[in-house]
């Protein structure tokens, strides 16, 4: 995947040393800013420990993540793919576009050199939008990838059990902050 856009946090406005402080925390933790305690972590490390009370899963965590990744990596390489992903080089070719994947175009190093899309990036867009809806791209290639996931799945259940009760723990910790209860 491309990198991020260019230019996309030079709005943000540095943190001072004392907000620094506040949101992460130092080693020191307990030192006070402005007459404050600062929680172990700063509120960063505050806010994390509400959300995950009953601990992060690495391994689930981890598991998901490997099941995600090698899914993607393996679908590129899937014939099914491989023949949806041709139809829609096709179509974008009669556009006018040069492409082999809609990788590609997403990472076309012509569109990084500003922080604004120009004319040409936005017809590029919408063409590949268009494409990949007349060819099926999306529902084809994700239907490929969720059934090579299903099956990787298989492998360990119980980390995926384990993952799901962690994400639900986390909403409901979230709701709860979020309410002031």
């Known amino acids: 995947m491309p990198s991020s856009a260019p230019g996309a946090d030079e709005k943000l406005k540095p943190l001072s040393d004392d907000e620094k402080r506040l949101v992460f ?17 700063g509120c960063f490390g505050e806010a994390e420990a509400k959300i995950n009370e009953s601990g992060v899963p690495e391994a689930a965590i981890s598991f998901a993540s490997q099941v995600n990744r090698e899914s993607f990596e393996r679908s590129i390489g899937d014939e099914r793919v491989d023949v949806v992903v041709k139809a829609w080089s096709k179509c974008m070719a009669e556009s006018g576009y040069s492409y082999d994947s809609p990788l590609e175009s997403v990472g076309d190093e012509k569109f990084h050199s500003s922080e604004k899309a120009g004319a040409e990036e936005k017809r590029v867009a919408l063409t590949d939008l268009d494409c990949k809806g007349r060819v099926g791209l999306i529902e084809k290639w994700g239907s490929v990838e969720a059934g090579m996931q299903k099956e990787a799945m298989k492998r360990d259940p119980e980390k995926l059990i384990q993952l799901k009760a962690f994400q639900e723990s986390q909403l409901r910790n979230a709701r709860k902050a979020l309410s002031g209860a």
């Not at 080693?27 to 404050?36: N, P, R």
């Open 25 to 41: 925390g130092e080693q020191g933790d307990g030192e006070s800013a402005e007459g404050e305690s600062v929680p172990d972590g």
